[in-house]
T-cell receptor, first 113, second 112 residues
Framework: KAGVTQTPRYLIKTRGQQVTLSCSPI?????VSWYQQTPGQGLQFLFE???????NKGNFPGRFSGRQFSNSRSEMNVSTLELGDSALYLC????????????FGPGTRLTVL | KNQVEQSPQSLIILEGKNCTLQ??????????LRWYKQDTGRGPVSLTI?????NTKSNGRYTATLDADTKQSSLHITASQLSDSASYIC???????????FGAGTTVTVRA
């Protein structure tokens, strides 16, 4: 099976712009989670989707949003970008929500100038 | 205060030696506790996942232990190899809300 894929892998934006990142989970997986990783803050949870419904949300401002489609693919959007949004954005998929192992994608490296 | 605390923040060990990483958590009740390995520039990879009723789980040279009474977990690396150089992250999922709490990670550097 193909692993979790994320596009694009690298992105450079300027302050005030908005960005959309995409994640395709492993075939058959219904849960997709998004994380932000920065050197200073480590891995931080953004949101988690299961069967097109947001099941959990981390402590991020409303500028961060996401959605999941019927084929389990997911997108996250960040509006009005700030310099502090520069980070590695990771997506992970799993079969179910609870005890299943999460498989991470390679991430999208976002740089905000 | 973070609900998952890891120690040490970083450590350096010689190839072939063993090491133990610690994870203390306050998440309660919890569904499961996971250890991930993250190589620089790559996404984390799951090493072990344990429910509250499990005490130990192994994955090759990696052995995780869990004491649900004291809310402590450890990850033991046996006979370390250069490829073990990575960040190791402890993650706890809550039972009722399914929320994930992440530790800040321990950076392990294995030197020849």
């Amino acid at each position: 099976k193909a692993g979790v894929t994320q596009t694009p892998r690298y992105l450079i934006k300027t302050r005030g712009q908005q960005v959309t990142l995409s994640c395709s989970p492993i075939s058959g997986h219904r849960s997709v989670s998004w994380y932000q990783q920065t050197p200073g803050q480590g891995l931080q949870f953004l949101f988690e989707y299961f069967s097109e419904t947001q099941r959990n949300k981390g402590n991020f401002p409303g500028r961060f949003s996401g959605r999941q489609f019927s084929n389990s693919r997911s997108e996250m959007n960040v509006s009005t970008l700030e310099l502090g949004d520069s980070a590695l954005y990771l997506c992970a998929s799993s079969l179910e929500l609870s005890t299943d192992t999460q498989y991470f994608g390679p991430g999208t490296r976002l740089t905000v100038l | 205060k973070n609900q998952v605390e890891q120690s040490p923040q970083s450590l350096i060990i010689l190839e072939g030696k063993n090491c133990t990483l610690q994870c203390n958590y306050t998440v309660s009740p919890f569904s499961n506790l996971r250890w991930y390995k993250q190589d620089t520039g790559r996404g984390p990879v799951s090493l072990t996942i344990m429910t509250f009723s499990e005490n130990t789980k192994s994955n090759g040279r990696y052995t995780a232990t869990l004491d649900a009474d004291t809310k402590q977990s450890s990850l033991h690396i046996t006979a370390s190899q250069l490829s073990d150089s990575a960040s190791y992250i402890c993650v706890v999922r809550g039972l009722n809300d399914y929320k994930l709490s992440f530790g800040a990670g321990t950076t392990v550097t294995v030197r020849a």
